[in-house]
């Protein structure tokens, strides 16, 4: 990944509400809630849209959040947090699902493509670039004729639930290996 900013933000993407918890398509979200509880974040509270929780990861202050719009209007919430806290998009890591990639797999990228990620193109639209840092978490193409959108909301459950939280536990190494 090219050299950039220090992260000032990690921003997780997912869904708001129980009824999303433990699909795929929340990889963002539970990935920094385990970034989050192993820094020891307390509580998180509600700022620019987003649920915040600030942790120290070596000698910094980081913002971790989750915006709490639905996948695809990620961009206004992280946008507006990223004005008040005065963050450039080159200092912000987004993690997020990724169908293109195997399911288990987790790879950085900094810019570029949006894979037609709703959520990063919400946020591209918002930010006015696609230079930001991203944590991809692949969750793999759906069986069969089976479509992208129903993979990716499936409840996981059994061993689908146990290897999905050991990948988002490899995504939060990566993320702290990035800062």
Not at 34 to 55: D, I, P
Not at 155 to 164: D, I, M, N, P, V
Request: some cysteine; proline content about 4%.
């Amino acid at each position: 990944m090219p050299r950039q900013k220090s992260i000032s933000i990690v921003c997780g993407l997912g869904n708001p509400g129980a009824e999303y918890a433990l699909t795929r398509h929340n990889a963002g979200f539970v990935t920094v809630d385990k970034l989050a509880k192993r820094h020891g974040a307390r509580y998180w509270k509600s700022r620019a849209g987003c649920q915040t929780t600030t942790v120290r990861l070596g000698d910094r202050d980081v913002v971790i959040a989750k915006p709490q719009g639905y996948m695809n209007t990620s961009g206004g919430p992280l946008s507006k947090l990223a004005r008040e806290l005065r963050v450039a998009p080159d200092e912000i890591l987004v993690v997020h699902d990724e169908v293109d990639l195997p399911a288990g797999e987790v790879r950085e990228k900094f810019g570029g493509g949006l894979n037609a990620h709703n959520g990063l193109r919400s946020i591209k639209a918002k930010l006015g670039t696609a230079d930001f840092a991203r944590v991809r978490v692949g969750i793999g193409r759906p069986p069969g004729k089976m479509s992208v959108a129903d993979w990716a909301l499936r409840k996981l459950k059994g061993t689908f639930a146990e290897e999905f939280d050991v990948t988002c536990e490899q995504a939060a190494n990566v993320v702290e290996s990035l800062l």
